[in-house]
Each structure stands twice: as structure tokens, then as C-alpha cells.
């Protein structure tokens, strides 16, 4: 799909952001164990990607900091399509924009609390050291290295 620009996150797209990401997650989302990750963190805004329409947002991910165990490890999520947008690559496409980013960016790794048979496709796979601060099914915490021989991430993921 060639109309479709991707870009860094912007102050100004929050509000779409957050709207989208609603609608895909529901009211229930703010409970996981991934929110405890990003509430009280500040997102980074070069990593974290959106897909545009001209003025109509598509999808987006974004991209936390976080500290895992003695290192650091960046935290990927929420990810959201429009529903009448899926099934395109459009999902793919940010989390390889946003991982090589990250790369560049000089970090070593980045995991999120997800579908294994999703993001596997995208070399991601179960951190089995990664410590989550709340309730998780432990197959669905997955990571990816960004550098070469860069380890799994271990210990209590935190802010
Ligand atoms: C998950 C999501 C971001 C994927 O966006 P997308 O643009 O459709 O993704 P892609 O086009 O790259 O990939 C689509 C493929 O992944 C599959 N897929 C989507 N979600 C999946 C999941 N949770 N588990 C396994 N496969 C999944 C689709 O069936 C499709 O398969 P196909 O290629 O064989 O047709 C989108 O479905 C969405 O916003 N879902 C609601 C929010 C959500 O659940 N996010 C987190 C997912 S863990």
C-alpha cells in the first residue's frame, strides 16, 4: 500500500493515539501488567511509529524505556490497527520500523506482552529470565535482540 507514510510519534497525535488504541483494547487494557510499564514512564517519541493516511492515523506502537533486572531493554506497546486497516502488513510494518529504530537508537534489546504465533513471525521469543511487576502468562513475554549476541533480558522489568 504505497499511500500510506510512516513517522515518528508526535505530541500533537496523542489524542488519536489513544482513541485507536482504545478501540482495539477496550477499557480493560489499563489492568495489565503492561500498563504498570508505562504509566509514570515518558514514551520515546523517536521510536514509538504511527501509519498515516494523510490526515487519517492507521496504526500505531509505541516505545518505553525500561529497566530489566541490572540493564535496560526497550518496552514495546500498545500496537493497534484499524480494524478495517488490518491484515495489510500495516502491523508488521511498525514493529520492524520501530525495532530499527531502536537499533540505531544503540539498544541492545526490546520485549513486549504478547501473541507468540503474531510476533514470532517478527523474531520475537519467550524471555524466560523476564520478570514482569504483575500477573502475566509467561508465554506471551517475548523479546527480540537488536545487536548482535545481545542476551535475553533478565530479572523485574520496571519503570
Ligand atoms: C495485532 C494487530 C496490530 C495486527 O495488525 P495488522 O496490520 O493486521 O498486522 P499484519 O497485517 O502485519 O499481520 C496480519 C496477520 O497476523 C495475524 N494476526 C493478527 N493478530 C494476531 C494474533 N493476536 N495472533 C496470531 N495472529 C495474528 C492475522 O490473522 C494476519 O494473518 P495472515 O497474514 O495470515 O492473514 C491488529 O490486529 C490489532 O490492532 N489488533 C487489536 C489490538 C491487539 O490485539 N494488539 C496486540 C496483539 S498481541
Not at 539498544?107 to 513486549?112: A, D, G, H, I, P
Not at 502475566?136 to 545481545?150: I, N
Amino acid at each position: 500500500m504505497t499511500d500510506i507514510t510512516y513517522r515518528p510519534e508526535a505530541p500533537a497525535d496523542a489524542a488519536l493515539i489513544l482513541a485507536l488504541t482504545d478501540r482495539a483494547f477496550g477499557p480493560g487494557r489499563y489492568a495489565k501488567a503492561a500498563e504498570r510499564l508505562r504509566e509514570g514512564n515518558a514514551l520515546i517519541a523517536a521510536l514509538s511509529i504511527s501509519a498515516w493516511r494523510g490526515e487519517a492515523l492507521l496504526g500505531s506502537v509505541r516505545m518505553w524505556p525500561v529497566r530489566v533486572g541490572d540493564g535496560v531493554s526497550v518496552f514495546l506497546g500498545p500496537i493497534a490497527v484499524e480494524a478495517d486497516e488490518r491484515k495489510h502488513g500495516i502491523g508488521a510494518e511498525l514493529v520492524e520500523r520501530a525495532c530499527a529504530a531502536a537499533r540505531t537508537a544503540g539498544w541492545q534489546s526490546v520485549f513486549l506482552v504478547g501473541d507468540a504465533p503474531y510476533f514470532g513471525r517478527m523474531g520475537f521469543e519467550v524471555a524466560p529470565g523476564l520478570k514482569m511487576p504483575g500477573p502475566v502468562d509467561r508465554r506471551r513475554v517475548l523479546w527480540k535482540a537488536l545487536s548482535d549476541g545481545a542476551g535475553a533480558p533478565e530479572g523485574l522489568a520496571r519503570v
